[in-house]
């Protein structure tokens, strides 16, 4: 038995925006205690994670554990045929997942299941001292300027600030953001801006939103659901500045 | 005499949008009860009905009947230039129709008149057991929900639902829609999405809008105004399942 | 000292939105009265001219004279950037203009001075005795009609109206408003559709506009601050109507 109903699709449909254009194939593994994700990119830049609690859904059944592989890019195609306020559910039958969302009408679409050797990544575990919460709309903004002028940021946290900063060929762009929180150390890494926008698609996901840096180590994006009840997050590998 | 004055020109400008993409010139006649289209396309997929009564204008002056040959695209052009608050009137001169929007600024359009040996097509006559209402929003929006698998779409008819589906490589597709209708009969026929997405360009032209269809028959979409002032229809024929 | 701040950066957003489309490198002038900047394109048909006064700015701090060289294009990329809501500053350091914008986060750019050999071009005095206020909306408009039917477009002047007007291959425009203004002459001439977008730009520099024109004349736009802090204004050549 495996039927999960959900009221609010758009916590699919923001979720997989940002994973498709990530990863082309993914497992989702689903078990009584919720759905889970792990995946990263081809040149291992990126790495997602997605959960959802059952107590987050409407109905959970999943009687027994089942891994689902999908093509993300197909998936998506359909998720976005889906209304905020319809009702989604997820079934499954020999090959497809089958999602419905009912609202006005009834649609049903049928998504392949893919063969798919796939080889869970393990999540690093990465020991992070710095955690700032920063609305996504401010960071997507930030982003946008410094694109104007070059295509990687550097993102500098001291006592007050988080700075991001980049230095191009006809001008250069800084954005200051106020953290409020009380840290006492400073950290400084460089990544690539296309990648910080790809991860930023998953606006929607929560308004609770935080960061984490080290000096010339992954920036950590986390998107959390009230209550626990969900958690995306994304792991980006830092360039080094010399590279080009 | 020929002058026709009507308070609101988004009736013939959503006309001439589905119009436009259809077929490339059209003869519109004109007489003392009123305006008339009948057009196919050069592949005789679709036939194009449109009829406006005299009652339905402001002003309605023609004392003799008149033809009016023109190129679609052109006159659509010059129609998108209406707001939906102008007041639109058409008279002739010469080898012209001219269309005058009067609102904030007054705004005079003379688009030529082409020549063109104009066979009127004959309006098909299919009689239909099936008729079932269904606002225009839902059916385009089912068309953009089966797109994204086919390019061909099934509608099926039974005596609870209007069902529309279509089987892809990566998904299958199925919207249901409860028609609420007395049906005793079933129906099922195939159609080409961009052949239906033209149609539904003529959105606006009515909320009032229903669709016919018989097994392996022509799809029949009706859009009246109130008072049987106007009608704008469509016939589309079926494409048959084994064709590529 | 060099310090200007103004809290509303859309006057410098618009204009230069106008200003980059016309000319790629301009030269501010800068002294303890105001700002000023005269240009004029590669093919001596638009002249452009922008001052802003002291007055208008809430803090300005300029003791000495100066002369800003700008790629327009690069200006204009940081000025979008801005937002209606923020305070922009504007100071230098060697070889930048610096501008921030101060709104929920602080963002700092500095865009490269360049070199330029710059002859400020004088800006043609031209007794117009025809001035007719309209809004820019209105204009764009008209713009719009006109664009369908041709590239070229005539203005003329009489008593009442002011009359667009283009003949096309397949269809003419004409748009007449009525100006309302006490005016005993009249007043022809063409202009290059192209060229005047491109003036229509700097739509929302001011509510207060108006245009003047003589037969076979350059056609003037000014837009024009409260009291008289600022005035944009542009200056385009006629065509004439034997060209192709």
């Known amino acids: 038995m495996f039927k999960l109903v959900l009221s609010d699709p ?3 449909k923001t979720s997989f925006d940002a994973i498709s254009s990530i990863v082309d194939e993914v497992q989702i593994e689903v078990d009584s205690d919720g759905l889970r994700l792990n995946a990263i ?7 997602v994670h997605l959960e959802l609690k059952e107590s987050l859904f409407d109905i959970y059944e999943c009687d027994k554990p089942i891994k689902l592989n999908l093509d993300t890019e197909e998936l998506m195609k359909v998720l976005k045929r889906s209304k905020n306020d319809d009702v989604m559910e997820l ?6 997942l089958i999602l419905t969302f009912e609202g006005a009408v009834k649609k049903t679409f049928k998504v392949k299941l893919i063969d798919l050797e796939y080889d869970t990544p393990s999540q690093p575990d990465i020991p ?17 300027d410094i694109e104007i002028v070059s295509d990687r940021v550097s993102f500098e946290v001291d006592e007050d600030k988080l700075t991001l900063e980049a230095v191009g060929d ?5 954005i200051e953001y106020l953290h409020g929180e009380k840290i006492n150390e400073k950290a400084r890494a460089v990544y690539a801006i296309s990648n910080i926008k790809e991860m930023l698609k998953a606006e929607k ?3 609770n939103t935080y960061l984490s840096i080290g000096t010339d180590m992954p920036l950590t994006l986390y998107l959390e659901l009230l209550n626990e009840e969900g958690l995306l997050s994304f792991l980006l590998a830092p360039r080094l500045e010399e590279e080009d």
Chains 1, 2, 3 share one sequence.
């Open 205 to 207: 996901f929560s308004d």
């Open 10 to 12: 758009s916590i699919f």
């Open 128 to 144: 992070y001292d710095i955690k700032i919460p920063i609305p996504v709309s401010i960071l997507k903004e930030a982003i946008q």
């Open 91 to 96: 079934t499954v039958d020999v090959g497809n």
């Open 41 to 47: 990119d081809r040149s291992h830049i990126t790495y």
């Open 170 to 174: 006809f001008a250069d762009a800084k």
